[in-house]
C-alpha cells in the first residue's frame, strides 16, 4: 500500500477517459477524494474507438523531416494516411507551424527520448490498475507487426527504428516469408515489417474503462455525467468547476478531457497549442480469428486489431478540428485496404469517427497550470493515451501528494511552449 499523503484533497478530474480515470485511481491509491465529470462517460469516445494498442514502441513523434518533405504528397493524395480539410486551414496554421518546428532533428531527438522515458514506465503504471479493475482478461500479450508494401518503405523507415533502439526499444525487422509465419491470413503483398514482440493489445477498450470506472466508484468516487465548461478559484483553498446546470468544488481540479482541454486551460489563463485528430475505425464482427496480433499497415497508416468481438481497422489522421463530420472518403480507404489485405473478408459492421487531442510536437501536457497551481494538466497523448494513462495519473498523483515526481517531467510542461 502506498503511504498516505499527510493532508487528502478533494480532487475534481474532467475528462473520464483512460487518461481521466487512469488519474482517479491513483489519486484514490494515496488516500484522496475524487470526483470525476464527463458529459458522455463510457459512451463512444476515442477511448472507445482506438486501435486497441497497449503502444510501449510509440515514442517517434508524428512530426519528422521526412514527414514535412512528404506533406504535399499527403495533403493532396486522397489515399494518403494523412488529409487536411481546407476550410479549417487559417484555424490549424498555428499549430502547424509549431509541427514544422517540432520537425526538425535536433528536436525530433529530444521528442523521441523524453516519450522515450515515459513509455518505459507505461506498463508498471497501468498493469496495477487494470488488476485493481479486475481487466487482465481483457489484455493480451502477442506482439505487434508494422508491415511495408516495398523494401523502400523499410529503408525510409530506418531512422525511425533507429531513434527507438537508441531509447531502449526493442524492434525486430522481419522478412516476407517470417511475417507470413506469424499471420498467414494476411494477403503477401507486403514486403517487410518490424515486430514489437513485447507489445500488448486490449481485447474490449470500452469493457475495460467500465470496470476501471467501477473500480473508482467502489472506492469511493463519484462519477458526474455534465459537461465542464469553466473552472474558477473561489478562495484560497477552492476551486469551482462550472457545469453547464450546476457547479462542483474541489481544493485540485485535473484538466484530462483530451480534445475538449484546450478550452478548459484558456479559462484558467493557459493558452496552449493543442488541436485535434479526427480518427476513424471499421468493425468487421467474428473476423477477430483472420489476425493473430495487432498489424500495422504502414502505407495507409492504420492497425487491424483483433478483439473479442471482431476484428477492428482503426486509423488515418484527418485535422479538421471537433466540429467536422464523418468523412467518408476515410472510411473508404480504410474499407478499400482491409479488402487488399484480407479478401476474405465480408463487409464491415460499423464505422465510428472521434477526435484525438493532439499538441504540435506529439507530446503530452502532465503538468501544473503556469496560473493556478491548484489546477493539473493530464492531456495531449495524441494515438497513445491509453498506452501513457497509467504513467499520467501517477505523475499527476505525486503533483498532488506534495512529492517529487518520481521522473524529471520537465519536458511535459505547460509552460514548453
Partial sequence: MNELPSKPQDVVIIGAGFVGIATAMWLQKSGHKVTVVDPEPFAQGAYFGNACTIATYANNPVGTPRTIK??????????????????????????????????????????????????????????????TAQGSDLVKKNGTLYLYGSEAGLVKAQPDIALRRRNGIAVTELTKSEISDLEPHLNPIYKRGLWFENAQHLLNPLDLLKRMGASVVANGGQIVT??????????????????????????????????????????????????????????????????????????VGFYMTPMNEGLRAAGTVELAGLNNAANPKRLQLIAKTMKTLLPQLKSHDSEWTGFRPSMPDSMPVISQSSKDTGVYYAFGHGHIGVTLSGITGKLISEMIDGKTPSMDIAAFSAQRF
Wanted: net charge positive; proline share 7%; hydrophobic share 40%.
Fill in 70 to 131: 512528404q506533406i504535399p504528397k499527403l495533403l493532396f493524395n486522397p489515399n494518403s494516411p494523412l488529409t487536411i480539410n481546407w476550410s479549417y486551414l487559417p484555424k490549424l496554421t498555428p499549430w502547424l507551424m509549431r509541427f514544422v518546428w517540432a520537425s526538425r532533428p535536433s528536436q525530433v531527438e529530444h521528442i523521441g527520448q523524453q516519450l522515450g522515458r515515459l513509455l518505459i514506465h507505461a506498463q508498471s503504471a497501468l498493469m496495477p490498475l487494470i488488476e
Fill in 226 to 299: 455534465n459537461k465542464a465548461v469553466g473552472i474558477k478559484r473561489i478562495s484560497i483553498d477552492t476551486l469551482k468547476v462550472q457545469l453547464q446546470d450546476t457547479s462542483i468544488q474541489g481544493q485540485k481540479v485535473v484538466v484530462a478531457a483530451g480534445a475538449w482541454s484546450k478550452g478548459l486551460a484558456q479559462q484558467v489563463g493557459d493558452t496552449l497549442p493543442l488541436d485535434t485528430e479526427q480518427g476513424y475505425h471499421l468493425m468487421y464482427k467474428g473476423a477477430e480469428q483472420l489476425l493473430n496480433r495487432p498489424v500495422g499497415w504502414a502505407d
